[in-house]
């Protein structure tokens, strides 16, 4: 079965670095999406893309947070100058319509 | 008003009962209603969809949706252990394609 695929599944950083997340979503879907969720916390929205230009983003992805498709089947996250409040689960999804398939998550701790 | 809205606490069933799961949502546009399945430090997995009003049943899992009470539900039927999960309630906002989760409902399945 099809999957999305996300790289690192855990990832350490000193607060005020940048990180990237990666990920190979399902090649035939059309949309992309990052969202996070804070450990105990509930599942949030961060930003979607759609025909290669962000179609829509949250309050929460700021000027620090951007996102990329440098190639035909990465989609990445970037994380400028991460806070302590970055730590989280990141979600990676894709989808053809609705219904997302999730990527297995990547873990950033922010220290 | 929250977007998504799961109030129950943990829920507690014993293996082969009924596990009975509701949500409520704010958007009176929304069409799309998804049902993910989250084990603890993983991605949430798309158990259920459903669009229409009434039921809709998958295996022993059965979606209920009564959009004029902005209304959704779950229903799992023999109950197993590995159904011992978080169950999270997603809505599409906006007529979009972006999901709003509840705070997720916590199954506990007693052998």
């Known amino acids: 079965e099809p999957e999305v695929t996300q790289t690192p599944s855990h990832q350490v950083t000193q607060m005020g670095q940048e990180v990237i997340l990666r990920c190979v979503p399902i090649?035939?879907?059309?949309?992309f999406y990052w969202y996070r969720q804070i450990l105990g916390q509930k599942v949030e929205f961060l930003v979607s893309?759609?025909?290669?230009?962000?179609?829509?983003k949250s309050e929460i992805f700021d000027d620090q947070f951007s996102v990329e498709r440098p190639d035909g089947s990465n989609f990445t996250l970037k994380i400028r100058s991460t806070k302590l409040e970055d730590s989280a689960m990141y979600f990676c999804?894709?989808?053809?319509?609705?219904?997302?398939?999730f990527g297995s998550g990547t873990r950033l701790t922010v220290v | 008003q929250k977007e998504v809205e799961q109030n129950s606490g943990p829920l507690s069933v014993p293996e082969g009962a009924i596990a009975s799961l509701n949500c409520t949502y704010s958007?009176?546009?929304?069409?799309?209603f998804f049902w993910y399945r989250q084990y603890s430090g993983k991605s949430p997995e798309l158990i259920m969809s459903?669009?229409?009003?009434g039921d809709k049943e998958d295996g022993r899992f059965t979606a209920q949706l009564n959009k004029a009470s902005q209304y959704v539900s779950l229903l799992i039927r023999d109950s197993q252990p590995s159904d011992s999960a978080t169950y999270l309630c997603?809505?599409?906002?906006?007529?979009?394609?972006?999901?709003?989760f509840g705070k997720g409902n916590q199954v506990v399945v007693i052998p």
């Open positions: 999804a894709s989808s053809e319509t609705y219904g997302y398939t």
């Open positions: 090649s035939n879907h059309l949309y």
């Open positions: 893309f759609y025909n290669n230009e962000i179609s829509e």
């Open positions: 958007d009176r546009v929304s069409q799309s």
């Open positions: 459903i669009y229409s009003n």
């Open positions: 997603a809505v599409n906002i906006g007529g979009n394609n972006r999901l709003a």
